[in-house]
């Protein structure tokens, strides 16, 4: 009897076990039951009917490209709550040491927002606006500000009040003036241009002066940061597990800059640019709030942590570094993959001579006349284009590095045709270093092969958008629409850090 007992118990024991982890896979990434992922793009999980089909301006098109991150190459230095449990300022506690990680910060991140459309750093005045009054303080001078007044003040000025004030002379990098929200309601920038109109933003704003003209930093809670930069970095119509994925890598690449910065004198651990990642270009709105509170605190055990638009299929190709590979792998149809439905995925453009020249001029002080031919000198395994060489029949210019061919080939003011026919416009950067460039002679409303003497032009033919390091964010919606979690597609760009 005791012994028939024991096997209905046992029975029911694992009977119970058995519900338990068909209830931990199911509720694993906080989302349904999922086919597992692999490594391979091609996976039939992809290949599956969805409602995410979106146009080229449907995706953001009008979006800041998030790529062009400062590579972090830093360690991130963590503190185990196993071996501290104190609250100092700057402390970062642990609660796991695998990929995702789970972190309490005391202090606020310190943005410094550039001028007008991201053009220079500094600002030769700055008006300030809110729903609710709010205080300027200038040493022991203070202004209260009424709500729905504008407060406006220029860097001579605020320069010569400190002065005043303090009886000494304002050295560079000197903190001349605090704006703080006597409500907790956000102060607008309505002389700011930016996507938005009149940005507003939360936290506190610090005036410093430098070479006699004013940095802005915004001192704000890292995660109020994080609202305005989902969404900014990735369109509101994404699945939400996308944005919760985008959540996790803007928080974890946040904290490295706070890290990184620490103990240095810098006013700010960042800019508000797509040189870091872009912050409150655009309205926060529901959806990427609710991925910053579904996500609070969770970032990645990653030494690196970058993300970009949309890939162009070469993720994990050590055979297309040279021009006649990588030329055949851009004629060939796309595989249907997680990147396939993006029209970024193959894109062109022609631009003339002499807007290359002027960005030469401009960024190098180049003085040709004329620029007469492009070569591609180096590939990287994957295809990516590493340096370039400019010439005017004489003499050459090389130019190194991705970011920086892809600044050269400025496509400011150009329309770029994309996979699906449509064109987009906008961009200041060329839209990724995927390409293949040839010469042509002719106009570039007929791209059409011309006698000599007419314009020179250069067509450019690629694909993706972004630097390609990374999460792809187009990659990330579309594993989120068949059905991923942020975990799962987390874990498919990205490994841990952490020691085995």
Known sequence: MALFLFQILLLLGMVAASFYLLYRYATYGNSESQEPVTGNRNADIFRKENEWKKTAEENGTEQDDPESFDAVNETWEVHDTAQTDGTESGQVQIKSNVLFETIQTVEPIRVQILGNQYLSPYHDRIAVKSEGSFTVRCHTQEKKVKAGEIWTITAEDLKNLWERETKKKAEADTCVAFIESDSGQPLMLPELVRGQIAPAYAGSFQLYLREGKLLLVNEVALEEYL????????????PQEALCAQAVCARTYAVHCMEREKNKNSVSDLDDSVSFQVYNNYKRNEASTQAVRMTEGEILNCDEVLYYSTSCQTEGRTDLGTDEAFGKFLNTEPAEDAEYGSPWIRWSVILQSQKILEQLQALYGCRWKE???????????????????????????????????????????????????????????????????????GTPETDAEQSSGQKILFRISGGGYGHGTGMSQYGAAAMAAAGSGYREILEFYYESSAAD
Do not use: W
């Not at 395994?381 to 190194?400: T, Y």
């Not at 400011?412 to 045709?417: F, R, V």
């Open 227 to 238: 609202c305005s930069v989902v969404s900014s970095e990735m369109p509101s119509d994404y």
């Open 371 to 441: 620029l007469e031919q492009i070569d591609i000198l180096e590939r990287n395994p994957e295809g990516q284009v590493q340096k370039i060489r400019c010439s005017n029949g004489n003499d050459h210019l090389d130019i190194d590095g991705e970011y920086q061919i892809r600044k050269v080939l400025s496509v400011e003011g150009e329309a770029i045709t994309l996979k699906n026919g449509q064109s987009a416009s906008g961009m200041q950067l060329l839209p990724s270093a995927y390409f293949c460039i040839e010469r042509r002679n």
